[in-house]
């Protein structure tokens, strides 16, 4: 069957018109995989990363698989969870549920921490089909006794590698006691680790795989370029690039919440609108600043690479490495948040003597060497000698969170936590119906 059209997947008329609505009319290659796999009522492990379409490949046939079945006559059960690490992500998963089923008569909500709980308790007494949360706060509604997870038809784990990197295993593990064992489990991960398999092999069941963009492989449709910069001079560097480059919408990455509040400070005594988002920050804070950077408020966002796990804006056409990630694959992530959906974006790293080799592990992974271009007025001065660059606590694996521990070239230290791994123990009633995720099935192209 041909995927080269969302007529030809198998979506009702009303999911197909809110598709059309939004301007879309060929599917991504996650999507094309996907959407029919799901249909199917198949398992899926899914292998996407940051900008591929992955949220609509699992939500289309979710809405699709939901409202093909008979509503409820009065409360309506949750049917359908989708778990999510971060409260951004959370919202980006809510707002692609509602603009996909708009038209038809399901109802969904989204609930996460630090924000009051009692107008998600007033939601859920109303009635949803679908939730999408984070762990924490969807333990806080069960130990409330505000939610009944007890006929869940889908489970969705969305960047079930960042869940294992924040340590979100023990959530996670009372929330599938709390599921019924005959249900559909879609996960999704951006990297395949020992880790993330072994947790597949307990939760999905004969799963297919679907999976696209090679791991590490950054998009062809972003330019990528080194700007060789003393340290001290960073932000002023950055303000010069704004201002003299015109940019309009900017995301910059810095390595610590300290760091990204001064830069923050800095660009606006520039003249630069800007604003920081990172785990200090109340969650009004960082749902402002997002809808403020979206809708052209704000020209900056500074963000660390948690806070900005999840965010999903379109076109975005700059991204700048404040500083590079002590984790080579957290590069991948930030750069994949431009030049998505075939538009193309730049992707600038602002680098001191201090990181040449971060820049040296970054390019071994990628397995090119980045372009580098001096700024006229800012050549790095020769006689500086490297200061070291403090690894995150919890060793070096990659895709983890980045400890604000570590040395920045603007900001004072802050402080960081280890990441939590996966186990294999298997939730209850479901050590003998799993099958094993070793041997998935691939999907016929």
């Known amino acids: ?61 979710l809405l699709e698989r939901l409202s093909g079945k008979k509503l409820y006559r009065g409360q309506r059960p949750v049917r359908a969870l989708i778990l999510t690490p971060t409260r951004e992500l959370a919202a980006q998963v809510g707002e692609s549920i509602d603009t996909y089923g708009k038209h038809l008569h399901l109802k969904s909500t989204v609930i996460f921490g630090g924000v009051s709980i009692n107008p998600q308790i007033m939601k859920l007494k109303k009635g949803v089909d679908i939730v999408v949360s984070t762990p924490g706060r969807l333990l806080d509604h069960v130990n409330q006794k505000t939610i009944d997870l007890s ?111 001064r830069l923050s400070q800095h660009l606006e005594k520039d003249g630069i609108t800007s604003a920081a988002i990172h785990g200090n920050k ?39 490495n404040f500083e590079l990630p002590s984790v080579p694959e957290d590069y991948v992530h930030r750069i994949g948040r431009t030049g998505r959906a075939g538009c193309e974006g730049e992707a600038m790293s602002l680098v001191c003597i201090d990181e040449h080799k971060l820049l040296k592990d970054i390019e071994r992974l990628i397995k090119r060497k980045l372009p580098q271009k001096v700024i006229p007025g800012f050549e790095p001065n020769p006689s500086i000698k490297a200061e070291p660059i403090q690894k995150r606590r919890g060793g070096g694996r990659p895709g983890g969170k980045p400890s604000d521990s570590s040395k920045s070239s603007y900001p004072k230290k802050g402080s960081g936590s280890r990441g939590k791994n996966f186990s294999s123990k298997p939730g209850k009633g479901q050590s003998n119906r799993r099958g094993s995720s070793q041997g998935f099935r691939r999907r016929a192209k």
Do not use: C
């Not at 995927?3 to 290659?29: C, H, M, N, Q, W």
């Not at 094309?32 to 249909?39: D, E, H, N, S």
């Open 1 to 61: 069957m041909s995927t080269d059209t969302f007529d030809s997947l198998g979506l009702s008329a009303e999911i197909l018109r809110a598709v059309a609505d939004r301007g879309y009319t060929k599917p991504t290659p996650i999507q094309a995989q996907a959407i029919p796999v799901v249909l199917e009522g198949h398992d899926i492990m899914g292998g996407a990363q940051t900008g591929t379409g992955k949220t609509a490949g699992f939500t289309l046939p």
């Open 151 to 261: 006929q869940v038809e889908i489970l969705v784990l969305d960047e079930a590698d960042r869940m294992l990197d924040m340590g979100f295993i023990h959530d996670v593990r009372k929330i599938l006691k709390l599921l019924p064992s005959k249900r559909q489990n879609l996960l999704f991960s951006a990297t395949f680790s020992n880790e993330i398999k072994k947790f597949a092999d307990s939760l999905l069941n004969s799963p297919v795989l679907v999976e696209v963009a090679r791991r590490n492989t950054a998009s062809e449709q972003v330019e990528q370029l080194i700007h060789p910069v003393d340290r001290v001079n960073k932000s002023k560097l950055l303000s010069h690039l704004i201002i003299s480059e015109r940019w309009k919408q900017v995301l910059v990455f810095t390595r610590t919440k300290h760091g990204a509040n």
């Open 282 to 320: 109340s969650q009004n804070a960082r749902t402002q600043a997002l809808a403020n950077f979206k809708n052209g408020n704000v020209r900056v966002l500074v963000a660390t690479d948690i806070a900005a796990r999840g965010l999903d804006i379109d076109q975005l056409p700059h991204v700048v």
